[in-house]
């Protein structure tokens, strides 16, 4: 059979809805993902950018709506949200290691626990991760030991370790000092590059242009304008994203 088959997407999200008590949060979301895409979420505090992250995997109940995760509606009953969440990774504003636990054995708990490796293999691949992230050395250090950034990068070789094909991100770098976000920043490039699929909430607007195929602008719940970096950075279209950007950029 020749014929072509576009890609089914990895994320597909219609006309998401979530409140909390009588705040409708979220008023009604439609966006799919494509494998390998990358697509950066952007827009004012408050604009529903971390509820709609966490709709993705189920960490919030969602109100109204479907959310489909490699063909499966994590809204139905029927599906095993921990097998869903397992193909996931998610990594938060603040890291949240294990302190009472090395560098080494945060990233080895979730395989180890979930009994998808061995002690060794877990080990092994942890190993891997950490000098993937540039930090081999620091396997043995507490996480107090460590820099904003050094902890950050272990947090995204934690995610990484259940081999994930999905990584979201939400505001990744907000919570580091100014001197640490380009090696954070990096990392994330290089998962772009390797062709994860990605979904990132972020500040970083240059960060967003150089590294999204696809921005979102959230404005009060709703998905206010999209399109590729160039054309939405340089081009916006609605009002509401001209005032965004003309006080983030
Ligand atoms: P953003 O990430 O764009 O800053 P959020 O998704 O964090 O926005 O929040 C959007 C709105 O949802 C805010 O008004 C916030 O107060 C509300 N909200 C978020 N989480 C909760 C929660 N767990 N309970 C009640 N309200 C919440
Ligand atoms: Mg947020």
């Known amino acids: 059979m020749s014929t072509a088959t576009a890609a089914p997407a990895k994320i597909e999200v219609r006309d998401l809805k979530k409140s909390f008590g009588h705040n409708e949060v ?4 439609s966006a799919s993902v494509a494998e390998g895409e990358v697509v950066c979420v952007i827009g004012p505090s408050g604009s529903g950018k971390s509820t709609f992250l966490r709709c993705l995997n189920k960490l919030e109940d969602i109100t ?3 959310v489909t995760v ?3 509606d994590v809204t139905d009953p029927k599906v095993n949200i921990n097998e869903v969440r397992r193909h996931i990774g998610m990594v938060f504003q603040h890291f949240n290691l294990f302190p009472h636990m090395s560098v080494i054995e945060n990233i080895m708990l979730a ?7 061995s002690q060794t293999e877990a080990r092994a691949t942890a190993y891997r991760l ?4 540039g930090l081999a050395e620091k396997a043995d250090a507490r996480p107090a030991s460590l820099s904003g950034g050094q ?5 995204i070789a934690r995610a990484l370790a259940m081999s994930p094909d999905i990584m979201l991100f939400d505001e990744a770098t907000s919570a580091l000092d100014p001197e640490m976000v380009g090696e954070v920043l990096q990392v994330i490039k290089d998962l772009a590059a390797e062709g994860m699929t990605m979904v990132l909430v972020t500040h970083e607007m240059g960060f967003a242009r150089e590294v999204a195929d696809r921005v979102l602008f959230m404005a009060d ?8 970096p160039e054309d939405l950075f340089g081009n916006p279209q609605q009002q509401r994203t ?6 983030v950029l």
């Open 26 to 29: 979220l008023k009604g979301i």
């Open 64 to 66: 109204a709506g479907h």
């Open 70 to 72: 490699d063909g499966f």
């Open 111 to 117: 395989p180890v626990e979930s009994k998808k490796a």
């Open 130 to 133: 950490l000098e993937r992230v």
């Open 151 to 155: 902890k950050q990068r272990v947090a």
């Open 221 to 228: 719940g709703v998905i206010c304008e999209e399109g590729k």
């Open 242 to 247: 001209q005032e965004f950007l003309s006080k």
